[in-house]
């Protein structure tokens, strides 16, 4: 079992950058693919970036590509999500997810078995 809290959401201006924690639970956390997903209101949930187990891999949704940075460390079980140059289009709850069943990169939601509950990120214009 694997528990994730995320942290570092808040309200900004267009422009701004803010740095989204997820801290996990239990000793899968390394053997784990993990992800970053969003969701909008009236939106489905996307992923936009995930980090194999290792770190050395990682893959981007095109509308974060460049402004977001996913990385990771397996010492104290966390992952990060960077988020520089943030647009008004980013505004959605943002969630860390763990893929056991995963060694690389994947954005699909179905192969992810465990999520946090999810951190609010507003993008004011």
């Known amino acids: 079992q694997v528990q994730l809290v995320e942290s570092g959401g808040g309200l900004v201006q267009a422009g701004a950058s803010l740095r989204l924690s997820c801290v996990a639970s239990g000793r899968t956390f390394s053997q784990s693919t993990m992800g970053w997903f969003r969701q909008a209101p009236g939106k489905e949930r996307e992923c936009v970036a995930s980090?194999?187990?290792?770190?050395?891999?990682?893959d981007y949704s095109d509308s974060v590509k460049g402004r977001f940075t996913i990385s990771r460390d397996n010492y104290v079980n966390a992952v990060y999500l960077q988020m520089n140059s943030l647009k008004p289009e980013d505004t959605a709850v943002y969630y860390c997810a763990a893929s056991a069943s995963r060694g690389l990169t994947t954005f699909v939601p179905k192969y992810y078995d465990y999520w946090g509950q999810g951190t609010q990120v507003t993008v004011s214009s």
């Open positions: 980090i194999s187990r290792s770190g050395s891999s990682t």
